[in-house]
């Protein structure tokens, strides 16, 4: 089963990557052959080689991503899948794969306080990408001042007419709700988007006091869990994990994946 999935996004992804330049086509379908072949680790040089030549190509990265899991390397599968998450949220097949490959890490979380903010972005603001919460805005504005403009109408006639003024009618409550509604959570979108986040991509590492393995340890963190990235210095990165503690990390533990670079 597991087999039959992965194969099935190479092969969907390989029909999208036609319109590719000669020498993007030509390292992506080595992947996709070597990947459908069993040769893992030479399809993951293939797809590396499609990435470095387009950065932005979401099936190179997810074939990519997938290669690396049958290769053994569950963290950097996913975090090279949270990278595709960041550029388009509405990539639907990159969504599937993140949920499965996910779905196999050993230590899913560590322990930490519940944010409601950090709840409502794994539920709201990740799965949706910002141009979907911007059209929304815009639509919930037209029908907002549509409606109010057609209130105000109705209680000038009601003047004239020296009739009672009209009362809220519920659509216009509700446009004008799902208006502030949409306003915020646009805004939150926005502001998550400024936000550098990255993805360990080592099975298990410890976070020190200080940038330097000499400090104090103070936790332990797992492959594919996601951080906040604070500030670099030297080799090494300040991180946070939501809800817990801060410390220092090796930089070639952690790959960038959303937000800004704060360095």
Same mark, same amino acid.
């Given at each position: 089963?597991?087999?039959?999935?992965?194969?099935?996004?190479?092969? =969907?992804?390989?029909?999208?990557?036609?319109?590719?330049?000669?020498?993007?086509?030509?390292?992506?379908?080595?992947?996709?052959?070597?990947?459908?072949?069993?040769?893992?680790?030479?399809?993951?040089?293939?797809?590396?080689?499609?990435?470095?030549?387009?950065?932005?190509?979401?099936?190179? =990265?997810?074939?990519?991503?997938?290669?690396?899991?049958?290769?053994?390397?569950?963290?950097?599968?996913?975090?090279?899948?949270?990278?595709?998450?960041?550029?388009?949220?509405?990539?639907?097949?990159?969504?599937?794969?993140?949920?499965?490959?996910?779905?196999?890490?050993?230590?899913?979380?560590?322990?930490?306080?519940?944010?409601?903010?950090?709840?409502?972005?794994?539920?709201?603001?990740?799965?949706?990408?910002?141009? =979907? @919460?911007?059209?929304?805005?815009?639509?919930?504005?037209?029908?907002?001042?549509?409606?109010?403009?057609? @209130?105000?109408?109705?209680?000038?006639?009601?003047?004239?007419?020296?009739?009672?003024?009209?009362?809220?009618?519920?659509?216009?409550?509700?446009?004008?709700?799902?208006?502030?509604?949409?306003?915020?959570?646009?805004?939150?979108?926005?502001?998550?988007?400024?936000?550098?986040?990255?993805?360990?991509?080592?099975?298990?590492?410890?976070?020190?006091?200080?940038?330097?393995?000499?400090?104090?340890?103070?936790?332990?963190? @797992?492959?594919?869990?996601?951080?906040?990235?604070?500030?670099?210095?030297?080799?090494? =990165?300040?991180?946070?994990?939501?809800?817990?503690?801060?410390?220092?990390?090796?930089?070639?533990?952690?790959?960038?994946?959303?937000?800004?670079?704060?360095?």
């Amino acid at each position: 089963m597991k087999r039959l999935f992965l194969i099935l996004c190479i092969s =969907i992804f390989s029909l999208s990557a036609q319109s590719a330049e000669p020498s993007f086509q030509d390292s992506f379908q080595k992947g996709v052959s070597f990947y459908r072949s069993g040769y893992f680790q030479k399809a993951v040089e293939a797809f590396a080689q499609s990435v470095e030549i387009n950065p932005h190509s979401l099936p190179a =990265i997810t074939n990519l991503a997938l290669a690396h899991f049958q290769t053994g390397n569950a963290p950097l599968a996913i975090a090279l899948l949270r990278r595709v998450q960041g550029l388009d949220p509405d990539f639907p097949t990159a969504q599937a794969a993140m949920s499965f490959v996910f779905s196999q890490l050993k230590v899913k979380e560590i322990p930490h306080e519940i944010l409601l903010y950090e709840q409502l972005r794994q539920s709201v603001l990740v799965p949706v990408s910002f141009n =979907i @919460y911007f059209g929304l805005l815009a639509l919930f504005l037209l029908a907002a001042g549509w409606s109010l403009i057609s @209130y105000f109408a109705r209680r000038k006639a009601a003047e004239k007419a020296e009739l009672a003024p009209p009362s809220l009618s519920w659509t216009m409550v509700f446009f004008a709700a799902g208006f502030l509604i949409v306003t915020a959570l646009t805004i939150l979108k926005a502001y998550d988007l400024t936000q550098p986040r990255g993805t360990i991509i080592a099975e298990k590492i410890s976070v020190f006091s200080g940038p330097s393995p000499d400090t104090v340890n103070l936790f332990e963190i @797992y492959g594919g869990l996601e951080v906040r990235l604070l500030r670099k210095q030297d080799s090494w =990165i300040q991180v946070s994990y939501p809800g817990a503690a801060s410390g220092w990390i090796e930089s070639s533990q952690v790959m960038h994946t959303s937000g800004r670079l704060p360095w």
